[in-house]
């Protein structure tokens, strides 16, 4: 039987990192995979989407930039090819994923991995020998157990990337990031598209302000809001809106995007505490039992694949570095990859009050920006908000939508990091033209002393 | 004669900044331009290349992202399109600081200004007094003695702008940021480019890396390094190359952009030190006239429009504000927005080395990253890379070139200034997937500890 420092069981963009910064350190790693290495991330979600996403976009701008100077004819879309890219962009980064564990010492073993006990992990017919177990399993798309949920033509987040064909219409349940996102790329690319949602608002971690714009920017796509859905048929959704009325939409194809559930299926055995959102962790991502930790979707602390990393991180640093560090979540980036774009990064408005906090809040308009208005003209919609604490002037959060957003939100990230305060920001020189230089000025908006 | 707190020569971004953050401060200020309110930046500079090279970057999308999955037939460039937009947005800009000044209570004066003494300026027939003058008269393109430079095909950055119609050949004289800016933009809109530059290399504030591979990556163009210039006839340039031999290449048109002078004309009377560079200040931006400021180009300390705006609100907070600010040059961002785009903060390798300090630097290649290869590809062309102090670790300088290099520069901006450390970087959470990643995995890469 093998012995290792650390066995690593799935290689998401928590588990590969993990392994990664550990293989780097010196230490002897397993990482353990039962499908892909990447994960979701890097094989059903970030990575295709976005690629899909970004051709939609250069579909859009071939369709619509006659006013800038460019006259394209017959602008048609090539899915198979879109999917194509995208495929190759997959397997790409899954080789260099391969490349970087090679690199660093870190024996993959593909397979399904069953837990023996705190220390011993079997795949196959092998048992694996670890001092330290990071259990890094994921999420999968929830199935709610709507009637008609397991029809031919209902997709999840999964299957709805490997489709052949753009349907002719497409009903999205579930209006959060992963809903817009692919009700914009398909909107975008011609598909009659509408979304379902349960709330009254879609995008729930975005400022509510942002969120409406999202959803008027979105003009070809019908939102139903506060509505849920009771069945699903061969060729439509039922669904009753807020008023108690039973109403059906047609639907070529589903797609149900209604959350994610963690994967911990086995774990129980092993006495783990799991509740409904996963595994239970403290703040060095530590499970009830010492030698074994939990990161990114399985812990259900924060679902998105940056963080995943950071926690892989935060549990090397712990494990063999010198830092100690601590998981935090007030400063953690995140990013709707649609048209338009949005992103944000620490406290909404919202958020502050229910925390009874004393905020100040600006917004500002990116039709003032000059290059903004160069690439997208006046009738464009872009926002930046930023809201800062009222007695420190500390910065606590940035909210943007309009291009470059998913880019520019990592510059927040770095403030908010750093604590600093309105007056810290100013004396920052942002390039012109940029973008960017939005975030200064929604600061100046709120206090333009100097 | 009317009496202000501040009088302000010039409206580019140095003085329309100026004088609003004082009228913001209640103070009265009188501003005086010219020609046209946002100076060279707004009607000559940043503003109109952004918008000509965001529609050649469309264009050459629509040309060319076929294995996307985006099939244009027939894609042209309509000249005259897209100079209308550039002109749409420059008058958009140019209303926004109109009403900028308006709602400051600004006073706004179109002429030339002419210094009768340290406290009055006269414009026509009136004279106005100050008691603080802020000269914020700008930069206008070199034109050097070369015989043929006079030639009506002959431009300057000025007159380019507002060409009719597409040259069938286009000689750069000067391979710097304007020269380079105007050489993507008209290659990539399908005119024969040549540029011929003195030195070895393009680009003199880049890393010489990064010059290097912009230059091969503008694979269109002809570049004539270490050459000189000896003369300009109605149909081509005659220039020497390194080794002395006399060469000649066709040009319909000649750009020259071999450099700015700053605006000192009639500044000599008042006794004020002027060099070659322009105006001489201090930290604080303090001519050797106690009560006037020198802003933006006209000092010769940093050509930058950010430069310009950033000088104004440090005059304006020492004149009016609580804080004092100095001047740092340190940390100002700068970007390239050709194809590709670069952008830098802080110090190149190069100048590090030739301060005597010793640094670690590092480059990854942006085809490791995720959302680089998902939308550009793995034979795109696209580097990032650190320079930090080898015995603090500080975070001493940024490159990057690639997509969204321009929007993410302002995050280094924030790390040089905060004074963050390599370790400091490594716990602030970068969205994924993001361009923006790069920089914290090129720290990485110099020290991969936890």
Redesign the interface.
């Known amino acids: 039987m093998e012995h290792f420092d650390l066995i690593v069981i799935g290689a998401g963009?928590g588990g590969y990192v993990a392994a990664e910064?550990a293989g780097?350190?010196g230490k002897k790693v397993l990482l353990i995979e039962k499908d892909q290495l990447g994960g979701v991330?890097?094989n059903w979600g970030?990575?295709p989407t976005?690629?899909l996403l970004?051709?939609a976009k250069?579909?859009k701008?071939?369709l619509e930039?006659?006013?800038?100077?460019?006259?394209?004819?017959?602008?048609?879309?090539?899915?198979?090819?879109?999917?194509a890219?995208?495929q190759?962009?997959i397997e790409?980064?899954r080789s260099?994923i391969a490349y970087l564990m090679k690199s660093n010492h870190v024996t993959v073993v593909m397979g399904e991995a069953a837990f023996v006990d705190a220390h011993h992990v079997q795949v196959g017919d092998s048992v694996y020998e670890g001092e330290h177990l990071i259990i890094a399993t994921g999420s999968s798309p929830a199935v709610p157990p709507i009637p008609g949920h397991d029809l031919p033509h209902v997709l999840t987040s999964n299957e709805i990337l490997s489709i052949g064909e753009l349907p002719e219409s497409l009903v999205v349940i579930g209006g959060g990031v992963i809903g817009i996102e692919f009700a914009s790329y398909f909107s975008s690319v011609g598909v009659k598209v509408t979304v379902i949602e349960m709330m009254d608002e879609i995008l729930p971690m975005m400022d509510g302000e942002f969120a409406k714009l999202v959803r008027r920017e979105m003009k070809e796509v019908d939102f139903h809001l506060g509505c849920r859905v009771t069945a699903i048929s061969a060729d439509g959704v039922s669904y009753t809106d807020a008023k108690g009325n039973a109403l059906q939409v047609a639907a070529a194809k589903v797609l149900l995007s209604v959350g994610r559930r963690p994967n911990v299926n086995g774990l129980d055995r092993l006495g783990m505490v799991i509740t409904r959102s996963g595994i239970e962790v403290d703040d060095r991502l530590r499970t009830n039992i010492p030698n074994i930790h939990a990161i990114g979707d399985v812990n259900g602390k924060s679902l998105?694949?940056?963080?995943a990393?950071?926690m892989a991180?935060v549990v090397?640093?712990n494990l063999?570095?010198?830092?100690k560090?601590r998981m935090?979540y007030h400063?953690?980036?995140?990013?709707v990859y649609g048209m338009p774009e949005a992103?944000g990064c620490g406290l909404t408005e919202q958020e502050a009050k229910k925390q009874g906090r004393e905020v100040l809040c600006a917004t500002t308009q990116m039709r003032?920006n000059?290059?903004f208005?160069?690439?997208h003209?006046?009738r464009a919609a872009g926002l930046c908000k930023v809201v800062v604490d009222a007695k420190t002037k500390a910065l606590l959060g940035v909210h943007l939508l309009g291009p470059?957003s998913?880019?520019?939100?990592?510059?927040a990230?770095?403030?908010i990091?750093?604590e600093?305060r309105i007056?810290?920001?100013?004396?920052?020189?942002?390039?012109?033209?940029?973008?960017?230089?939005i975030?200064k000025d929604t600061l100046f908006a709120i206090d333009?002393?100097?």
């Not at 930039?65 to 999917?83: F, I, N, R, W």
């Not at 920001?425 to 960017?436: C, D, L, N, T």
């Open positions: 963009p910064r780097a350190l991330c890097t970030c990575i976005k690629s970004n051709s250069l579909y701008h071939a930039s006659e006013k800038m100077g460019v006259v394209a004819k017959a602008v048609t879309y090539d899915l198979p090819a879109a999917m890219w995208k190759e962009t790409t980064l260099g998105l694949a940056h963080s990393s950071r991180e090397i640093s063999y570095g010198t830092q560090m935090r400063a953690i980036p995140w990013a992103a003032a000059g290059r208005l160069a690439e003209g006046k470059y998913s880019e520019m939100i990592h510059g990230a770095v403030m990091e750093s600093l007056q810290d920001v100013k004396e920052i020189v942002f390039p012109h033209p940029s973008v960017s230089e975030i333009h002393t100097l």
